[in-house]
């Protein structure tokens, strides 16, 4: 069982609207969160980190953090086209390798017009 | 400022060929990572290094694949022999290293062996 599960696989929502992304941990070590985006053709980029319980809003961009129950989400408002891309939760871990994360397998969201 | 820099962009080799990657990291980032991405396993680390030090080696990937960090500057991936199933996207990521640390990744390296 990956340790990073995202879901859904996939979203697709209209220009304008709510995307909610999820991500859930299945060890209890994983301390900070990323968010990353990849548009196909390139590496992925970070999008926000979370690290304490609770919200935290970039732009249009809102992640949500609930340690207890390891779970994880982002909320897109007001999606544009240019948000189509493939969206990865990752974990770092207190008891692993400084640095190193561990990433969900992605949701891919589709804005359409 | 310049990113994380990734040759060739495109890499056609034949079954049991050797072939090498390269990856120039973000000036004075101190971690270097190198990924393998599918569709199917997603982002699959493969190794890892601080301040020129391998960290994690991969497990799995140990036997054919062997990355080199020759300098803060410069790091090689070598598939040596290269089968079909290593055909993916072969991502390079640098950061300043520690738990709170952004990872920046470079445009990848997309690997067909026939």
């Known amino acids: 069982q990956q340790k990073v599960q995202q879901s859904p696989e996939s979203l697709s929502v209209p220009e304008g609207g709510m995307a909610s992304l999820n991500c859930t941990s299945s060890?209890?070590?994983?301390?900070y969160f990323w968010w990353y985006r990849q548009h196909s053709g390139e590496g992925p980029k970070a999008l926000m980190?979370?690290?304490?319980?609770g919200d935290k809003k970039e732009g249009r961009f809102t992640a949500h953090l609930n340690k207890a129950s390891l779970h994880v989400s982002l909320h897109i408002r007001d999606s544009q086209p240019s948000d189509s891309a493939l969206y990865f939760c990752?974990?770092?871990?207190?008891?692993?390798?400084?640095?190193?994360?561990?990433f969900g397998s992605g949701t891919r969201l589709q804005v359409y017009a | 400022d310049a990113g994380v820099t990734q040759t060739p962009r495109h890499e056609v080799a034949e079954k049991g060929q050797t072939i090498i990657l390269k990856c120039e990291p973000v000036?004075?980032?101190?971690?270097l990572f190198w990924y393998r991405q599918t569709k199917i396993q997603g982002l699959e680390l493969l190794s890892y290094?601080?301040?020129?030090?391998?960290?994690?080696d991969g497990g799995a990937f140990k036997d054919r694949f062997k990355a080199e960090m020759l300098n803060s500057s410069f790091s090689t991936l070598k598939i040596q022999p290269t089968e079909p199933k290593d055909s993916a996207v072969y991502l390079c990521?640098?950061?300043?290293?520690?738990?709170?640390?952004?990872?920046?990744f470079g445009p990848g390296t997309r690997l067909t062996v026939l």
């Open positions: 000036s004075g980032h101190n971690d």
């Open positions: 990752a974990a770092s871990e207190r008891t692993q390798v400084v640095g190193q994360l561990t």
């Open positions: 980190s979370i690290f304490s319980d």
């Open positions: 060890d209890r070590n994983f301390q």
């Open positions: 290094f601080r301040s020129k030090s391998l960290m994690e």
């Open positions: 990521a640098s950061s300043l290293g520690g738990n709170y640390a952004e990872q920046f």
